[in-house]
C-alpha cells in the first residue's frame, strides 16, 4: 500500500467509480485499513492559508 495506489483509490472510490471494496483492492488493502489511512486524504474546508481575501 503506498501513498499514491491509496489516493488514487480514494479519488476513484468518492468519485462513485468503485465500491470500497474495489477501491481497497486496487489500493493493496483491506476496506478497514483503506477506511483508517484515508483520514489523512480527507478534502479540508476553509480557505488556503495565502489567501488574500
Not at 29 to 53: N, V, W, Y
Amino acid at each position: 500500500m503506498t501513498t499514491h495506489s491509496v489516493a488514487s483509490a480514494l479519488t476513484l472510490y468518492r468519485s462513485g467509480t468503485l465500491t470500497i471494496e474495489a477501491a481497497a483492492m486496487v489500493a493493496g488493502c483491506s476496506p478497514e485499513q483503506l477506511h483508517a489511512s484515508a483520514r489523512p486524504f480527507e478534502p479540508t474546508t476553509g480557505t488556503a492559508s495565502g489567501s488574500t481575501d
